[in-house]
């Protein structure tokens, strides 16, 4: 825990708190209340000592200069990343049961799927749902079907693409499963599995601002946002979700995490319950 007050290496002033909130606040979204400047000291304050600023306001002249190693420090040191395989095992049960065949139906002409993952993290939610694909589509090379994986946090999209884990993330999963999308490490990387090229090269990551413009050109047939606006603002959510609903084919699937509701945010979407949404129109 971070030192309070005094006992700390560095002055930590409500005006240099302010000035990190406004500055994280415009580049991400997310707000972060008064009781998170504990966490903004303890995330900073090596970087701080290290990178020879002296001071936090050194720091925040930095930030505001627009001094881009520093700005993608601070952001990437305030995102949270937690995520696993097959979180909130629900969705992918509904996606095997009822997205895919649907969309199986409406696009056996063109066999085209494109597919969103919207604050992907490090890969473990794009991969599940590749893995549920896979699963469920039998002849699924004679579809044409991409996953887009973005973040606005650079390592986390870098892990992501590299698809390379920690053993320990895959323990709950089924041992069929395993064996049949990842790969054991040798030598050195014993701990260590990747997952198969054959789910690689299914999705693309990104690194993308959701609050920034978006480059994509064309619909998505279903995506996944979640766990990820809960520390946006309400006003923020808003305009989210509206440009979700623009970029989003007719009648398909949204996905959010489990704490989040669109209640008063978007009426674009109606609820099919377990924090999943269709599009309305
Ligand atoms: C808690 S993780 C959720 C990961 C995954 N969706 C899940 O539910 O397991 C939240 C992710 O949202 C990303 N994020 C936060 N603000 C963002 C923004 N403005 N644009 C894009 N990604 C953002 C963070 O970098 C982080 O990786």
Same mark, same amino acid.
């Given at each position: 825990m971070a030192a309070e007050g005094k006992d700390r290496e560095f002055d930590f002033t409500d005006d240099s708190f302010n000035r990190i909130r406004e500055f994280v606040t415009e580049h991400t979204g997310i707000v972060l209340s008064d009781g998170k400047k504990d966490m903004v000291y303890g995330r900073l304050s090596k970087r701080i000592r290290k990178g020879g600023f002296g001071s936090f306001d050194a720091f925040c002249d930095a930030l505001d200069a627009g001094d881009e190693e520093q700005q993608d420090f601070m952001i990437n040191a305030i995102t949270t990343n937690l995520t696993s395989f097959f979180r909130e095992n629900h969705h992918f049960e509904y996606l095997s049961d009822t997205v895919i065949p649907e969309l199986m139906k409406q696009k056996r002409q063109h066999k085209r799927i494109r597919i969103w993952s919207a604050g992907? !993290?490090?890969?473990e939610e794009p991969y599940s749902i590749a893995i549920t694909l896979r699963e469920s589509i039998?002849?699924?090379?004679d579809w044409d079907i991409k996953i887009l994986a973005t973040d606005l946090d650079a390592n986390v999209v870098a892990h992501g693409k590299a698809g390379i884990y920690r053993k320990d993330r895959i323990d709950g999963l089924d041992e069929q499963r395993v064996k049949r999308w990842f790969r054991q490490g040798k030598?050195?990387?014993?701990?260590m599995v990747k997952v198969s090229p054959q789910l690689q090269q299914m999705i693309t990551f990104k690194r993308l601002n959701l609050l920034h413009q978006w480059p994509m050109k064309g619909q998505f047939d279903f995506m996944f946002c979640r766990n990820?606006?809960?520390?946006?603002d309400k006003d923020t959510q808003r305009v989210l979700f509206d440009r979700y609903a623009d970029i989003l084919a007719p009648q398909t699937h949204l996905f959010i995490g489990h !704490?989040?509701?669109l209640y008063k945010v978007s009426d674009r979407f109606d609820s099919l319950g377990k924090t999943i949404y269709r599009k309305n129109s």
């Open positions: 992907c !993290s490090t890969g039998a002849n699924i090379d030598g050195e990387q014993s701990d990820v606006v809960i520390y946006f !704490s989040e509701t």
